[in-house]
């Protein structure tokens, strides 16, 4: 933190749903929190309101073309925010020496390169975009340690599972000190809950019929487009699973997923002795930004306390990995290990988009992940960046071209 005691915040993906929680919260904080940059794909009027709003040192714009546009309007309206493009401006604003923390919250693999350049910065990351730590695991906490950056997981449940943690743990200030085995303090279980989306309760034929409109509207939360179809076919949970291995050090066999339709409880930890903690709270996400945000500390995050007198009734199920095969697919890339989360996170990205096009079926999704984890050459070696990528973009093909075949 600056002398001034207000922290520099760079927002990686303002226009999205987290981006807005982020901002929202902030908001309520100017003595705190100061924005310095912020980013978007190619949304040119969001990006004019946005920095008209909080007149962000820079602007980032996926493409030049947005990024010109962008410049010559704030130009005219006289605001003095700096626009840059690409990779290399996003690089340029989480790498920043002003800047103390970046929220990670651009959707996909789009947000690998800039979320990994903020831990080798050293920064305070928040971490929504779970696909990045999927992709690179291993090479990203391993940058977290070595670069001394501060990792708060943002995403609900992994934010609710560093909540349960013991203090002796979290004290360390970073979560990635959990990675000490002998320091995890009798912990059994991790308990992942998901909501089971739209279609818990539909069967194997129903489920072959869902429509773009249907999946994006998720029962208890308000997301992106993307994220609502990986709730939908539990990709989410998935890709869930794996952040959680990552960011706790834990064998995969010790977290359990548990259909808990309400969204109540956000997850939970399992004890030696017996306690089961768990993280309760209204589904909104300012909760866990505003507690990644000011962690030790807490603050006002805009969200109306739980009434445990409306809830009144909590239920748990087992997942069904025979309907949502999407889970499944998560665990046995995780036992193949090395490319094999890359190419599973690349082929759904793909077949998702796909989906949301009207290109494919929704149970299509599984079927173009699992062909294509079939069909691409999984190797263990991850140990940089440019093989990561390479996989993705080897993935994406044989998923595109799967496609091409359907038709
Ligand atoms: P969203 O689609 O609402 O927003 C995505 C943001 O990323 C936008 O600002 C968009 O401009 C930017 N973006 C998209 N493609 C880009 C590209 N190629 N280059 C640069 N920027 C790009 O998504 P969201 O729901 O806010 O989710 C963001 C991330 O947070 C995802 O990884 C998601 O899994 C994770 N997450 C979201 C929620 C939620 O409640 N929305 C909860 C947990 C985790
Ligand atoms: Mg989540």
């Not at 962000?56 to 700096?82: C, H, W, Y």
């Not at 912990?187 to 194997?204: D, E």
């Not at 984890?373 to 996989?391: G, K, P, R, Y």
Request: hydrophobic share 45%; with cysteine.
């Amino acid at each position: 933190m600056k002398q001034s005691g207000i922290l520099q915040l760079t927002l990686l993906g303002a226009t999205g749903s987290i981006g807005r929680s982020t901002l929202d919260v902030i908001s309520r904080h100017s003595d705190r929190y100061k924005v310095f940059a912020l980013t978007a794909n190619t949304n040119v009027d969001a990006m004019e309101k946005l920095c008209e709003q909080w007149q962000p040192e820079f602007a980032v714009m996926n493409d030049e073309s947005s990024a010109t546009q962008l410049g010559s309007r704030l130009r005219r309206k006289n605001i003095r925010t700096e626009v840059l493009s690409g990779v290399s401006g996003l690089l340029q604003v989480v790498e920043d020496d002003a800047v103390d923390c970046v929220v990670a919250a651009i959707v996909g693999a789009a947000g690998l390169v800039p979320t990994l350049a903020s831990a080798k910065a050293g920064k305070r990351v928040l971490l929504a975009n779970k696909e990045a730590l999927v992709m690179s695991g291993k090479l990203f906490m391993d940058a977290v340690r070595d670069n001394n950056a501060l990792l708060m997981p943002v995403d609900s449940e992994h934010n609710a599972v560093f909540q349960c943690m013991p203090d002796s743990l979290t004290a360390h200030h970073t979560s990635v000190k959990m990675t000490n085995s002998e320091a995890k303090s009798g912990i059994k279980r991790i308990l992942l809950t998901a909501s089971g989306g739209p279609f818990r309760t539909w069967s194997a034929e129903q489920l072959r019929d869902v429509t773009p409109e249907q999946a994006v509207n998720h029962p208890n939360w308000d997301m992106g487009r993307k994220i609502s179809v990986d709730s939908a076919t539990l990709m989410n949970k998935g890709l869930e699973l794996i952040e959680a291995y990552w960011l706790f050090d834990m064998d995969i066999a010790n977290i359990d997923v548990v259909i808990h339709p309400q969204s109540v409880i956000h997850s939970m930890v399992s004890y030696e002795d017996g306690s089961v903690l768990a993280q309760l709270g209204n589904p909104d996400m300012r909760t866990p930004v505003a507690h990644a945000l000011a962690w030790p500390e807490r603050i006002e995050s805009g969200v109306e306390p739980l009434n445990i007198f409306d809830v009144a009734k909590l239920d748990f199920e087992q997942p069904d990995l025979d309907r949502f095969p999407c889970l499944r697919l998560c665990y046995e890339a995780i036992s193949m290990g090395g490319t094999a989360s890359v190419v599973l996170n690349a082929a759904n990205e793909v077949a998702v988009d796909a989906f949301l096009e009207s290109k494919i079926g929704f149970t299509d999704i599984a079927r173009l992940i699992e062909q294509t984890l079939n069909a691409a050459t999984i190797t263990q070696d991850v140990s940089s960046l440019e093989l990561i990528l390479e996989a993705d973009v080897t993935a994406r093909t044989i998923t595109n071209k799967c496609i091409s075949a359907m038709h």
